[in-house]
C-alpha cells in the first residue's frame, strides 16, 4: 500500500487566519481525496482532488473555503480559509489506485480553532 | 446524506471475547470496506467485500455482506486489548467512476483487559 505522509499532523489557529495542509504519496496514485472529520463524527468526502485540473467538490462544500491544488499524481494540498471554530475538525487526505481498491490513508491534520 | 447506519454506537466487552458489528447501507454498491480508527489517528483498511461475495476471512476478522438487505457485518473473533479503536463501514457506489467513499457513524469498540 501507498505511504501517505500528510503535515502538519495538528494546529492551533486563530479564527480568521487560513492553513494549507499538505499530503505526499511515495508513489503515483489516481485517485486523492480529502475528507473532514468533526469530532465525534465519521468521515465526510470534501473533494475529489483532480490532478491539472479543479476538484470536484460535494455538497456543502465550496472553493472559496476549501481550495484544493493537485499539481502531479503525487502531491495535493488542502486549504481552510477563514476558519471559525467550526472547522475544528480532523482533516484526512486519501489516496486509491483503481476503482475497487482500497483507500488508503494518511494520518490526518487534527485543527483546533481559538 | 447517503451516510450508512452501524449499531451498536459502542460496544465493551472482555478480552477474549467475540465482538460483532453491524453496518447498514442506503443504495447499490459495487464493494464494502472496512476500516479501523484507533483514537485520534489516521484510518487503517481492514477488509474490501465485494458486492458478489457474501463472506469474507482476514485473520481474526470475519466479514459477511447481504445485498438484499443492504447489511454487513464485522466479527472480530478472540478479542485482544489492541483491538480497541472505531470500526468504520465504508461504501463506493455502484456507478462507473463513482469511486467516493461514503462512511457509516461507526462503531467505539472497548476491550476490557
Known amino acids: 500500500s501507498a505511504v501517505i505522509s500528510q503535515k502538519p499532523s495538528r494546529d492551533i489557529c486563530q479564527r480568521g487566519t487560513s492553513l494549507t495542509i499538505q499530503c505526499q504519496v511515495d508513489s503515483q496514485v489516481t485517485m486523492m481525496f480529502w475528507y473532514r472529520q468533526q469530532p465525534g463524527q465519521s468521515l465526510t468526502l470534501i473533494a475529489t482532488?483532480?490532478?491539472?485540473?479543479?476538484?470536484?467538490?460535494e455538497s456543502g462544500f465550496v472553493i472559496d473555503k476549501f481550495p484544493i491544488s493537485r499539481p502531479n499524481l503525487t502531491f495535493s494540498t488542502l486549504t481552510v480559509s477563514n476558519m471559525s471554530p467550526e472547522d475544528s475538525s480532523i482533516y484526512l487526505c486519501s489516496v486509491g489506485r483503481a476503482r475497487g481498491q482500497p483507500q488508503h490513508f494518511g494520518d490526518g491534520t487534527r485543527l483546533s480553532i481559538l | 446524506s447517503q451516510q450508512g447506519e452501524e449499531d451498536p454506537q459502542a460496544l465493551s466487552i472482555q478480552e477474549g471475547e467475540n465482538a460483532t458489528m453491524n453496518c447498514s447501507y442506503k443504495?447499490?454498491?459495487?464493494?464494502l470496506q472496512w476500516y479501523r480508527q484507533n483514537s485520534g489517528r489516521g484510518l487503517v483498511h481492514l477488509i474490501l467485500i465485494r458486492s458478489n461475495e457474501r463472506e469474507k476471512h482476514s485473520g481474526r476478522l470475519r466479514v459477511t455482506l447481504d445485498t438484499s438487505k443492504k447489511s454487513s457485518s464485522l466479527l472480530i473473533t478472540a478479542s485482544r486489548a489492541a483491538d480497541t479503536a472505531s470500526y468504520f463501514c465504508?461504501?463506493?457506489?455502484?456507478?462507473?467512476?463513482?469511486?467516493?467513499?461514503?462512511f457509516g457513524t461507526g462503531t467505539r469498540l472497548t476491550i476490557i483487559p
Open positions: 443504495t447499490s454498491i459495487n464493494n
Open positions: 482532488a483532480n490532478q491539472g485540473s479543479e476538484a470536484t467538490y
Open positions: 465504508a461504501t463506493d457506489g455502484s456507478n462507473f467512476g463513482n469511486e467516493k467513499l461514503t
